[in-house]
């Protein structure tokens, strides 16, 4: 392998990714390539890059962003030499990746093969079984028909959930507490899987029943070397979404954080990972620990992790996409035992969600926006800004708000402050709602869990 040096690097994606993509990029002295949709025409991200180009004129506007030629043979006129994918849009794409690679253009992530293998939640799973990683009870093949399901419901007792194998997002997948709900959400999942994933396959597993999730932060080189970033605390969530996240996972015992960072490890070795990923698992009030999914990719609440570890990640992705290995000075993990956790970090997502409304998307200009700051405060934005209008057309994140401090306490108080100063008109937003989440005992005693949100109904007042 050898290192190569990028000149020009495409942003496939949009928002306050690709600004936080661009920022790594100047900072190694890099030129960059932004894509935009016909919506985005007045978008901030695509005015902070060195070229902008529009895709896909007569497309909807998330066709803009997954259109494979177009970003390709947009790509290879303009001379770059690397794209990076982001979040969520193309960024697990095993096609993409491919057509990347054929198109001699570096893909910022993992391979091809790598993504195909980890795109599919049910493969994910077998590759856990075969490197003797817990995962939790459930089918290993796609389900045949509801019979089959309410069998296995039968043997692992309810509750269970059925799931998408493609799923992402915290879309198709469904709790069920019977029989008869187990065939009535069998083509319910099935359906949604089809329509939003392109693949209908579905399994079954236990449902865990107030577990923590939490994630480890993985970086691999091309030379076969892997260290963890310490784990995320990322429990706090609606609608399988999360909200809140924090670092280090505190509140979980460090014999456990020692066994999934070693699972962890284990699980991108045994793939031959490359680049930063995450392994999701869900831990237990016992400590038991179970593998759920691999996300290869960077994730929205990677900023934690930066927090508190000082390593940049996304310019890390950028290092090792040229072929750089992780002893490198910009990265600095040449050894596991130079990761240094200090302090905490919590990120929150302000969107622009009415908490007052089930969460609804509102749109419109902001008329005024002031932002939060200060010692430790960390702001990821793509739209925060007065004159800034909110389309209905993507996600509703307006700015992640990042707090670090010394203690889990200072750093509560801290992003409590923080965002009290951001100040949003003209549109909605989940300020108040976050400013309760922050307030919580519960939250604050690290006692959170994945329902924590539904059965909290003051976090609402
Ligand atoms: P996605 O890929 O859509 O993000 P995940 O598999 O990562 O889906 O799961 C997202 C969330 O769904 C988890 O953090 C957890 O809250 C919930 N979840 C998933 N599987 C289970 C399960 N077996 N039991 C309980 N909750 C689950």
Not at 51 to 75: F, H, K, W
Not at 99 to 107: P, S, W, Y
Not at 310 to 322: C, F, K, N, P, S
């Amino acid at each position: 392998m050898q290192e190569k040096t990028f000149q020009k690097v495409m942003v496939a994606n949009r928002g306050e990714i690709a600004i936080r993509i661009f920022r790594a990029c100047y900072d190694l002295g890099l030129r960059t390539v932004a894509i935009y949709s016909n919506e985005d025409t007045y978008s901030l991200f695509r005015t902070r890059a060195d070229e902008a180009y529009l895709v896909g004129r007569n497309q909807s506007p998330l066709a803009a962003y997954l259109d494979i030629p177009a970003i390709i043979t947009l790509a290879q006129r303009r001379g770059v030499d690397a794209i990076h994918p982001g979040y969520g849009f193309l960024s697990e794409n095993a096609d993409f990746a491919k057509a990347c690679e054929e198109a001699g253009i570096t893909f910022v992530g993992p391979s091809s093969r790598v993504l195909a293998q980890m795109g599919d939640k049910l493969a994910a799973k077998a590759t856990a079984i075969a490197c003797g990683v817990p995962i939790i009870p459930g089918s290993t093949e796609p389900l045949k028909d509801a019979d089959e399901a309410v069998e296995k419901a039968l043997s692992y007792g309810f509750p269970v959930i059925l799931k998408a194998a493609a799923g992402g997002g915290g879309r198709g997948m469904r709790r069920c507490d019977s029989e008869e709900e187990v065939r009535r959400n069998f083509e319910l999942v099935k359906g949604e899987a089809k329509k939003a994933f392109g693949n209908d396959d579905i399994f079954i597993e236990k449902y865990l029943v107030e577990p923590k999730h939490i994630e480890v932060q993985i970086l691999a080189d091309q030379y076969g070397n892997v260290v963890h970033l310490g784990e995320r605390d990322c429990s706090l969530q609606r609608r399988y979404q999360k909200v809140v996240e924090f670092a280090p996972a505190w509140s979980v015992p460090q014999e456990v954080r020692d066994a999934l960072h070693a699972d962890a490890v284990k699980i991108a070795k045994h793939v031959g990972y490359v680049n930063a990923g995450t392994v999701e698992f869900l831990v237990d009030k016992n400590g038991g620990h179970y593998f759920i999914e691999m996300n290869p990719r960077i994730q929205v609440e990677h900023t934690v992790t930066e927090m508190v570890t000082g390593i940049d990640l996304v310019r890390a992705q950028l290092l090792i996409a040229e072929g750089c290995p992780l002893s490198d000075p910009r990265i600095g993990m040449a050894k596991q035992e130079n990761l240094n956790v200090n302090g905490y970090a919590i990120q929150c997502r302000v969107t622009t969600e009415d908490p007052a409304n089930h969460f609804a998307p509102d749109t419109g200009k902001i008329t005024a926006y002031r932002s939060g700051g200060g010692f430790g405060v960390r702001l990821d934005g793509g739209n925060a800004y007065t004159g800034a209008v909110i389309s209905p057309y993507y996600d509703s994140l307006l700015v992640k708000v990042t707090s670090w401090d010394n203690t889990f306490e200072g750093t509560c108080n801290k992003a409590r402050r923080a965002i009290s100063e951001e100040h949003v008109r003209g549109v909605k937003t989940n300020i108040p709602f976050i400013t309760n989440i922050l307030a919580h005992p519960l939250f604050r005693a690290g006692q959170c869990h994945t329902k924590f949100i539904d059965e909290a109904p003051e976090l609402f007042e």
